[in-house]
């Protein structure tokens, strides 16, 4: 399988290509920043259809992984994360059903759903979206965008929400910030990366919401269970040797 993956020299992308290359998968990366890699690379704007068109050509499957840069003052405007999130998720699925291409993994958040059901405590799969803030919005965007393309193109589509993207071996988030101590809501980016490969397997048409955590007790907090069982999947980054926090 020859697969797409957008936003691949981000923090997440850089550890989710690990399983995919562990499984022998084609890769063919695009970022609009230049990154190294061994892998097919493209530099294109995911909001530039010509880009856009390029990047999916010949590809099997596509995984959404890019965002707008979280830079000082970038989620403000409606601009750049609008382009990047909403129209650059749009024109991708849009590209998919041109090219004939099934499968579409997107890469969305816990950030996606309403803040009234997330007072529950509890993510489960069937909550209402509609994020807060304005990177919330655009990830619940994404996920609008997802569904009615899985549901009017019989696609099969997976919306993978994860929390706290991390790794256990730096105990690193993306910007550089080290834990000692770990809570329900971290997920190794390896784990979200098997996740996200599992999902691509799936035969459809169908729309499927995962939620890809590493902790043992992420079960407390968000329907992993659907997860583990739908898709066979054990997270192997479980942070067994550090304290936990609440
Ligand atoms: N980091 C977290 O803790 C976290 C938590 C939950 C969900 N997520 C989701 O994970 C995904 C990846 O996030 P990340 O933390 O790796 O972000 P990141 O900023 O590290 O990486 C995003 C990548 O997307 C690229 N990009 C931005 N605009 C683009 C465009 N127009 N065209 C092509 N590429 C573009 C950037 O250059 C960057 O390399 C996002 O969908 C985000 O919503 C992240």
């Given amino acids: 399988m020859k697969v797409l993956i957008t936003g691949a020299g981000g923090f997440l992308c850089r550890g989710l290509v690990i399983p995919f290359e562990e499984s022998g998968a084609e890769l063919r990366l695009m970022d609009v920043c230049d990154f190294e890699t061994s892998h097919e690379k493209i530099i294109g704007d995911v909001s530039n259809p010509a880009d856009v068109e390029k990047a999916v050509a010949g590809v099997d499957a596509i995984v959404i992984g890019h965002m707008a840069s979280r830079q000082a003052g970038a989620y403000d405007e409606v601009e750049l994360p609008f382009d990047a999130n909403v129209k650059g998720t749009a024109l991708l699925f849009a590209e998919a059903v041109k090219q004939g291409i099934k499968k579409v993994t997107l ?51 997976s919306s993978i929400r994860t929390a706290y993207i ?5 105990m690193c988030d993306k910007y550089g910030k080290k834990a000692s101590e770990v809570n329900a809501q971290y997920a190794d980016r390896r784990d979200i990366g098997e996740v996200t490969r599992r999902s691509l397997l799936l035969e459809g048409p169908r729309y499927e919401i995962f939620y890809a955590l590493s902790t043992p007790e992420a079960s407390t907090q968000y329907d992993v269970e659907y997860t583990h069982k739908t898709l066979d999947w054990q997270p192997q980054f479980t942070y067994e040797a550090y304290p936990r926090s609440v």
């Fill in 107 to 157: 890469i969305s958040s816990g950030a996606a759903c309403s803040v009234d059901a997330k007072k529950q405590g509890f993510y489960s799969r069937d909550l209402a979206i509609g994020g807060s803030g304005m990177y919330g919005l655009t990830k619940a965007c994404q996920e609008i965008i997802a569904e009615q393309y899985a549901r009017e193109h019989d696609l099969t589509v």
């Fill in 166 to 170: 991390h790794d256990m071996d730096s």
